[in-house]
């Protein structure tokens, strides 16, 4: 019997987009209007007092960057590739689910046990891009770092999405190191400190294997 070989990974991947995609689109910008809403929430009513997280060594290897923002902010374009590129409604619908509940799960971490980072000696008026995020984020809602958690989930959903479409290696080599571009940006930008990126690696990994064990059982033929 013979059998008709898939569409070129390229071809594939505009297929993947090209499905729901004003679904995606609204749905994605309403998910994260909710989560900032959610967020600031939490970082001006904590249950209690922020505990200050401590610097370790490897806080002392990571420099201060400016070079940094632009890194740090690329995330919103990067944890909107997953959704974007999910093959039907029930997968997208789930997918949504599972990185709701990691947010809430982070969320209900911040309000139950409130963390910040140690004031940096930084003159942040010299970076007056940095200083919006500052005035923003107050340098609260520390550990775990949710921007760390929701890299790390989207890249290892990417991978596995990539993986499904035969995608080259250097597609997937170029996720890998965005995300841990963005890891680096956390440090980079004094808006965490290493405990809280290593504590969102943990959290993106665990809710990543989990999502994707589920999708499996949804889909045994791959995301």
């Not at 290897?61 to 890194?71: E, G, K």
């Amino acid at each position: 019997m013979n059998l008709t070989p898939p569409p070129p990974w390229y071809l594939q991947i505009a297929r993947r987009i090209a499905i729901l995609w004003p679904l995606k689109a609204v749905g994605t910008s309403i998910f994260m209007a909710l989560f900032f809403w959610g967020y600031f929430a939490v970082l001006k009513a904590p249950l209690g007092t922020p505990f200050l997280m401590p610097l370790t060594v490897v806080d002392t290897w990571v420099p201060f960057s400016p070079l940094a923002y632009p890194v740090y902010v690329s995330l919103w374009v990067y944890v909107s590739l997953p959704p974007a590129l999910q093959s039907g409604f029930r997968i997208l619908a789930w997918f949504g689910v599972w990185i709701a509940a990691l947010c809430l799960f982070c969320l209900a971490i911040f309000w139950l046990l409130p963390t910040a980072v140690p004031v940096a000696d930084i003159d942040w008026r010299l970076h007056p891009e940095m200083a919006l995020i500052k005035s923003l984020d107050a340098s609260g809602n520390a550990c775990p770092s949710l921007h760390v958690a929701s890299a790390v989930f989207s890249a290892l959903w990417l991978r596995a999405i990539f993986t499904a479409v035969s995608a080259p290696r250097w597609l997937q080599w170029a996720s890998a190191l965005h995300c841990l571009a963005i890891l680096w940006s956390t440090l980079a930008t004094r808006q965490h400190v290493a405990l809280d990126v290593l504590a969102g690696i943990v959290v993106g990994v665990v809710f990543a294997l989990l999502s994707l064990r589920h999708a499996r059982k949804l889909q045994p033929y791959g995301v």
